[in-house]
C-alpha cells in the first residue's frame, strides 16, 4: 500500500467509515473496473454508462430515475454543441437507447422525481430557467405545470429592491396522499405546498441558517420510513440535511455531509445522498452514515468539473448531483459537470 493509500485508509478508518476505495480489483468476471467500498456495501462502477446517441451531447446531468420497467431516465441541460435539443434521454437496463424527448427543458433540466399514479406513471420536471414544475407522462406528454408561487405570502410583495423575489425550483417531493412540496433551491430558499392537483396550501422555511430555515433547499423527499412519513431536505448551503413535519414544522438535524444534494430510498431502507463536494453517501434506516462512496473531496473538483471526460478519475466522483437507486439495489449517479456524466454502480 502507498503513503497515499494508507493516509487514505486510515482517514476513513479514523471516522469510523472503514470502506476503502480499491482500484483497479478484478471481479468474478476478469474486469479491472473500479470497486467501491466494501461487504454489503460494495460497487463495481461503470463509468459514462448509457450508449448516447451521436446527435446528443449532454450538458449537466442533474436528475435521474428508474421506472417499474427499468428504464432510466436521464434529465441533463443539453450542451451547446448538441445537435439534437433533447433534455430527457431514456435507456432501458442495458444503456441502450429507448427514446429521447424534452427540447423545452434545454438549459433548464434539473430536478426530476417519479410516481405511480394508479396504472400509471408520471414524471415530475423541474426546471430552473423557467421557473416551472411540469408533471407530465413517461413520453413527455404535459399533465399540469406549476409557475410562480403568486399565493404564497413571501412571493406576493416585492423584495427590498422592488423585484419580486428570485423563483427557481429544484427539486419536489409527494406524499403518499399526493400533496407536492417544491424546493425553491436557486431561488428564495423557501419550500411550497400543493396538493396533488396544484392547489396551494403553505409555504415554510425562508432563508436562514437556524431552525427551520434553509439556505438552498437543493432536493427533497418525503420519507416513508417512519411510522409517520416526514420530509427531508438537503439544506445543502448550510451543510446539513433538516428534517420537518409534512405540515412544515421542523423536526430536527442530520450531520455527516458537505453538500447534500438529494435522496432516494431503497426497500431495505438504505439511503443514497449525492454529495456535490465529490463523493456519494450512503446512509441505513437510522441515518447513520455508511460509507462515502468515490470520495475525492480533497480534490480541486470545482475546476475539475469544467473539462473534458479525460480528466475525470477512474472510481471518483466530481460533482454528483443526483443518484437514485434499481429495483436490484445498484445506483446510478449524475454529476454536475459540463459534459455529463452518468456512473452506473452495479452490487457486487
Known amino acids: ?33 473500479p470497486i467501491l467500498g466494501e461487504g454489503e456495501h460494495t460497487y463495481e462502477v461503470t463509468h459514462d454508462w448509457g450508449e448516447l446517441p451521436a446527435d446528443i451531447k ?46 423545452e427543458f434545454r438549459g433548464g433540466a434539473h430536478g426530476l422525481h417519479i410516481r405511480q399514479e394508479g396504472r400509471e406513471e408520471f414524471l415530475y420536471l423541474c426546471d430552473i430557467k423557467r421557473g416551472l414544475v411540469v408533471k407530465t407522462t413517461l413520453s413527455g406528454q404535459e399533465v399540469f405545470t406549476l409557475g410562480y408561487p403568486q ?14 423575489l428570485k423563483y427557481s425550483p429544484t427539486n419536489l417531493a409527494i406524499a403518499p396522499h399526493g400533496d407536492i412540496y417544491v424546493g425553491d433551491g436557486y431561488g428564495s430558499s423557501y419550500i411550497n405546498q400543493y396538493d396533488r392537483d396544484g392547489k396551494y396550501i403553505r409555504t415554510f422555511g425562508g432563508p436562514g441558517k437556524g431552525t427551520g430555515q434553509l439556505l438552498c433547499p437543493h432536493g427533497i423527499i418525503v420519507d416513508t420510513r417512519p411510522a409517520q412519513p416526514i420530509l427531508v431536505v438537503a439544506d445543502r448551503t448550510n451543510k446539513r440535511i433538516q428534517r420537518f413535519t409534512l405540515g412544515g414544522e421542523h ?27 465529490a463523493r456519494v453517501t450512503l446512509m441505513d434506516g437510522n441515518n447513520r452514515i455508511l460509507t462515502n462512496l468515490g470520495d475525492d473531496s480533497h480534490s480541486d473538483y470545482m475546476a475539475t468539473r469544467k473539462l473534458t471526460r479525460d480528466h475525470f478519475k477512474p472510481g471518483k466522483f466530481v460533482c454528483p448531483h443526483g443518484a437514485c437507486f434499481d429495483h436490484a439495489g445498484n445506483i446510478y449517479v449524475v454529476e454536475w459537470v459540463e459534459v455529463g456524466r452518468v456512473s452506473f454502480l452495479r452490487k457486487v
Open 58 to 103: 449532454y450538458g449537466n446531468t442533474h436528475g435521474v430515475c428508474v421506472d417499474s420497467r427499468s428504464h432510466v431516465y436521464i434529465h441533463h441541460t443539453v450542451y451547446e454543441t448538441s445537435e439534437k435539443p433533447d433534455s430527457m434521454v431514456v435507456f432501458d437496463h442495458r444503456g441502450k437507447l429507448v427514446k429521447s424527448w424534452g427540447s
Open 251 to 277: 423536526i430536527d438535524f442530520l450531520y455527516g455531509t458537505n453538500a447534500p444534494c438529494h435522496f432516494n430510498i431503497y426497500k431495505n431502507g438504505d439511503m443514497v445522498v449525492p454529495d456535490l463536494f
Open 151 to 164: 399565493e404564497a405570502s413571501p412571493y406576493a410583495q416585492p423584495g427590498a429592491d422592488g423585484k419580486p
Open 1 to 33: 500500500m502507498s503513503s497515499d493509500s494508507r493516509r487514505s485508509f486510515l482517514a476513513r478508518f479514523s471516522t469510523g467509515l472503514a470502506a476503502p476505495l480499491i482500484l483497479g480489483a478484478t471481479n468474478k468476471s476478469g474486469s479491472s473496473k
